[in-house]
């Protein structure tokens, strides 16, 4: 069951039917977190967004080879690592961690490969001789620059112009060298008590653009499929990847580039430098669930800006209480046999309507807009005690289908901790001896530990409160 995949790319400007290049098997590079300090919500609206992206693929039979890298060394890790007076491995490296542990936090899918910067200095080196070699590049004063007037299609993913100023540019301070302002550094000469690397054009370290080119080349191939990252990455970083790799190659960089908008607070987007973010970590100590952060980042269209506040969590807690609810309901469902055939139909109709909205440039909204309204009219036919055993089956599958792509349920018993469980099987047995005093204090025990335990014909049951 597959629909042809619409997407927006940014290339074009407009919605095209997307084609792998090879067979059913895609390649997708995604610009990953600079590992100085934690990445905050807005950041995970871009993770969020690709991990919306994968999953469909997936849901559409592809398999999908992802590779996200993370900037290890740039000025902003050096720095870091220079005020503490540690290695910028030593810097990073907490920094990696917690990055893992939030996403595992919002379920986001582990890529295939999660390259650092600092393993492809190599490929870095090689890119930026072939570039001096073809004339992309010019040396000056220890440093190289890509000289832009040498590749005629600069411009073409942003739309910019350089008449135009290409406004928004990241001119560095230091890069008073430059034949232009608008070329852009290639390799920064060394500094004194900077990492640097030894290269036939001199000792130093690699500019962030030229990062992206070398891994994802590396690591997917001259030419590949998509692209991906927020708004802010199409100019110029997205600009300047495509100069350096068809500079060097000659072929088509990428296929498909997509990008997410801004996640704002108070209609601005959210940043570091405007100090208006919140970490996960920060969302997680005020009590709120990582799970509904999850459903608010993917339930809005990507292509959409997002305004986050408080109450829209708070919002979308309610509504991962109230699927989560259903799921069990309707896992849990007895089926009778004098309900009419049509449910089932009905059902497969809405499942099918849902993937080929998701298919649709990733329309969520639509999705689940069709999604409640079928679940509505579930939890009618269970009222009624009319589900059948085929429409139930149906609905099975439309909830894994929903569930691979929106990852809301909890199912998994292993995500209730130890100590939980061990309260659970402590009132189990307490009751089982009649001893309901105990067990209700087991009950307030497992209640402040987060969890609500429930007594169902079907045995013992825990939730999330
Ligand atoms: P950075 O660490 O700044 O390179 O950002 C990592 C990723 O987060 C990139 O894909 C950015 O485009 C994206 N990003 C940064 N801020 C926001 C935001 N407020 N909303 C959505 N995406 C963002
Ligand atoms: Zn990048």
Redesign the pocket.
Known sequence: MTTPIELFNTLSGKTETFKPMKGSEIRMYT?G??VYDFAHI??F??YVFEDLLRRVLKLNGFKVHQVMNLTDVDDKTIQGARSKAITLAQFTEPYIKAFFEDLDQLRIERAEHYPRATEFVEEMIRLIETLLKSGHAYERDGSVYYSIKKFPNYGKLSKKTVSGNMAGARVDQDEYAKDEPCDFALWKKAAPDEPSWPASFGCGRPGWHIECSAMSMKLLGASFDIHT?????IFPHHENEIAQSEGVTGKPFVRYWLH?R??LVNNE???KSKGNFFTVRDILAKGHDPGALRYLLISHHYRQPLNFTLDSLRAAEKTVRRLNDFYVRFTEAETSTAAPKSAVRETEKAREEFRSLLSNDLNMPEALAVFFGWMNEANISMDRKILTLDGKQAGLAFLEDFDRVLAVFEKDPAEVPAEVRQLVEAREKARAGRDFRRSDELRDLIRQAGFLVEDTSKGVKVKKL
């Open positions: 610009c977190p600079t807005g950041n609206r871009a990252g927020g708004e802010d990455n997410c801004y996640l987007k959210m940043s």
